[in-house]
C-alpha cells in the first residue's frame, strides 16, 4: 500500500457534509455523540470528526494521579522561536537570536531574555540556552498568561527546547487551566524539544501549527502531558517522535490532537499513553526508517486513528501493546516492510476496516507486504475486527508478492472476534495461526488456511474456536493449507479439505474435540 500522509481542515473546500476525507476519496461521515466509551459508532462504521475537532464523546477523561516529585531536577536547554515575515517578491527576512539567560525563571520578564520577551513579529529565532551546571527552568503560568494578553508574548514562530547532559533544561506550562480564556503557548510553525530537553504540561494548552512543508512538532527527547491539551492538527502537519534524537511522549491524562504522528522515524521514539485521549486525524507510522524503532506503550485511555490507515514498521521496527483502554483503528498494517508485533494483554481494540470499501486490504494485515514480519499475542483483553466482510489476514498477500513475507498470531487467553480469518495465501506468504486458550470466534466470512509456496498452518492446541455463523472452514483453497487439533474445542458448521482440484489439505484431530453443526 502507498503510505499517504494527509489531513483535512474543517474549512477544506474537499469536504462533503461536513465530514472528512477516507483513503478512497470520498467524504467521511461525521460521528455522532452517544457514548463517551467504546461508542456504538464504531462498531457500525461511522467515521471520527473532520480534521482539527473533538467528538463529544471523547471529551470524557480518566484521572490517573501521577507523583510528580519525579520531575524535579529536569530543566529546559533551548527554546528557539523565528517568525518568518514573506511578502511577494521579496526574501525572508534576516533572523536574530534571542537568547534565555537565566536558569530559573519566569517567561514573561524580560530581563530573562537576552532580546527582551519573545514576540511574533519580531524577525526572531528564540533560543533558551546558556543555562548554568545543574540546568535550569522556564516557567509559564497564569501571570504569564495575563502578561500575553497585552504583550502577546506566548505566540512565537519557532521554539526550541534542549540542553547538555550537565544543563538540562525545562519548559513548565502551568497556566491553570490558561486563565484568562483559551490563551495557549502557540508556536506558528516548529517546535522542536532536542537532546536533555523537556516539556512538562498540567492543565495548559500548547498549539503547533506547522503548516505543511514550513514547520514540524519534533520530539528528540522528553514531553508530559500530565493534564490539558496538545493541538497541532493543521492539514498535512506532522508530528515526530524520535526523528534526530531518542523521543518520548507520555500523557497521564489530558487530549492530544495531532494530523499525522510519526513514532520513531529515523531512530528510537515512544507513545505512552496512560490515560486521556490521543487522536490522530491523519496517519499513524511506526518505525519509519530501517534503522528506527517505534513503540505505543497503552495502559489506559483512549487511541483514536479512524480516518486512514496506521503503518507499523515500515522499513525498522514497531511495537504496539495494550494492557488497559481502549484503541480504536481503522485499517492496520502490522509489517509493511519491517518488522511488527502487537500484544494484547488487556484493554479492547477495535479494528474496523472500510465500510465503504470493504473487503481485501481491510482490517488487520499481519506481516502481508514484501519483506515484513508481522506477529500478534493475545494474552487477554479482546481483538475485535467484526465489521462484514473485514477481518484479520495472517501472512495473506492481495497480490503475489516477490520477497517473502511472514504473519502469526498466537492466543491464550481472551477473545479474539474477526468477521473472516485469512491464513497465508498468495505467493510466497507464510501464516500460522495458534489458539492455545481463550475464545476465538470467526464470523460470516469463514476461516481460509491456503498458501503457496509458503506454509498455512492453525493449530488448535486449547481455548475454544468457533466458526459456527453458516460459514466454512476452508482447509486448502487454491494450494496448500493445514489444520491440527491437539486439544481446546473446535466448533464449525462445515471443514472442506481441498477445496479445488489443485488445492492439498491436511486436518490432524489428535485430541480435543470437533463438532460440525451441517
Not at 215 to 236: H, P, Q, T, Y
Request: contains cysteine.
Amino acid at each position: 500500500p502507498v503510505n499517504i500522509r494527509r489531513c483535512v481542515l474543517n474549512n477544506s473546500p474537499r469536504l462533503g457534509n461536513g465530514g472528512s476525507l477516507g483513503e478512497d476519496g470520498h467524504p467521511l461521515s461525521a460521528l455522532s455523540s452517544e457514548s463517551p466509551r467504546l461508542p456504538r459508532q464504531y462498531l457500525l462504521g461511522l467515521e471520527a470528526e473532520k480534521c482539527g475537532s473533538q467528538p463529544p464523546w471523547l471529551t470524557s477523561k480518566r484521572a490517573i494521579t501521577m507523583n510528580t516529585n519525579s520531575l524535579r531536577g529536569w530543566r529546559i536547554g533551548a527554546v528557539f522561536v523565528c517568525c518568518c515575515v514573506l511578502t511577494h517578491g521579496t526574501a525572508q527576512a534576516a533572523l536574530s537570536t534571542n537568547a534565555w539567560s537565566v536558569g530559573d525563571g519566569k517567561w514573561e520578564v524580560s530581563a530573562n531574555w537576552s532580546h527582551g520577551l519573545p514576540a511574533p513579529t519580531n524577525n526572531e529565532v528564540l533560543i533558551v540556552n546558556g543555562s548554568p551546571m545543574g540546568g535550569g527552568s522556564t516557567t509559564v503560568d497564569v501571570a504569564t498568561v495575563v502578561s500575553s494578553v497585552g504583550n502577546n508574548c506566548l505566540t512565537v514562530s519557532n521554539l526550541t527546547v534542549g540542553g547538555t547532559i550537565l544543563s538540562p533544561h525545562r519548559l513548565f506550562l502551568n497556566t491553570a487551566n490558561n486563565t484568562p480564556g483559551t490563551i495557549a503557548l502557540v508556536v506558528l510553525n516548529s517546535f522542536t524539544i532536542t537532546s536533555h530537553g523537556l516539556l512538562v504540561i498540567t492543565n495548559s494548552r500548547l498549539s503547533v501549527q506547522a503548516p505543511h512543508d514550513q514547520g514540524k512538532f519534533v520530539i528528540d527527547s522528553s514531553a508530559l502531558l500530565i493534564s490539558g491539551s496538545i493541538v497541532s492538527s493543521n492539514e498535512g502537519s506532522e508530528a515526530d517522535i524520535g526523528f534526530a534524537n531518542s523521543g518520548i511522549l507520555a500523557m497521564s491524562n489530558g487530549t492530544v490532537q495531532l494530523c499525522n504522528l510519526v513514532v520513531g522515524s529515523s531512530v528510537a521514539g515512544t507513545l505512552q499513553i496512560a490515560g486521556g485521549t490521543n487522536q490522530i486525524f491523519g496517519t499513524l507510522n511506526l518505525g519509519v526508517a530501517n534503522t528506527a524503532t517505534g513503540t505505543i506503550w497503552q495502559t489506559g485511555g483512549q487511541l483514536v486513528t479512524t480516518n486512514f490507515t496506521s503503518f507499523i514498521a515500515t522499513a525498522g521496527s514497531g511495537q504496539i501493546t495494550v494492557s488497559n483502554g481502549e484503541a480504536l483503528l481503522r485499517n492496520v498494517f502490522l509489517g509493511n516492510g519491517g518488522q511488527a508485533t502487537l500484544t494484547m494483554a488487556g484493554g479492547t481494540m477495535l479494528v474496523r476496516g472500510d465500510l465503504d470499501n470493504p473487503g481485501a486490504n481491510r482490517g488487520l494485515m499481519v506481516g502481508s507486504t514484501d519483506g515484513s514480519t508481522g506477529a500478534v499475542w493475545v494474552t487477554g483483553g479482546q481483538l475485535l475486527v467484526t465489521n462484514s466482510n473485514t477481518g484479520i489476514s495472517i501472512g495473506r498477500s492481495t497480490i503475489p508478492q516477490v520477497t517473502p513475507h511472514s504473519g502469526s498470531l498466537t492466543q491464550s487467553n481472551g477473545i479474539v472476534r474477526a468477521d473472516i480469518v485469512y491464513v497465508g495465501q498468495n505467493c510466497c506468504g507464510e501464516g500460522t495461526l495458534t489458539v492455545a486458550g481463550g475464545t476465538n470466534i470467526v464470523g460470516s466470512g469463514g476461516l481460509i488456511i491456503d498458501a503457496f509456496p509458503g506454509t498455512a498452518s492453525v493449530w488448535i492446541t486449547g481455548g475454544r474456536t468457533i466458526v459456527t455463523n453458516s460459514t466454512d472452514i476452508i482447509v486448502g483453497d487454491q494450494n496448500r493449507g493445514r489444520l491440527t487439533v491437539s486439544n481446546g474445542v473446535l466448533l464449525a458448521s462445515e471443514i472442506i479439505v481441498g477445496k479445488t482440484n489443485s488445492a492439498v489439505g491436511t486436518l490432524t484431530i489428535a485430541g480435543g474435540s470437533v463438532s460440525l453443526s451441517n
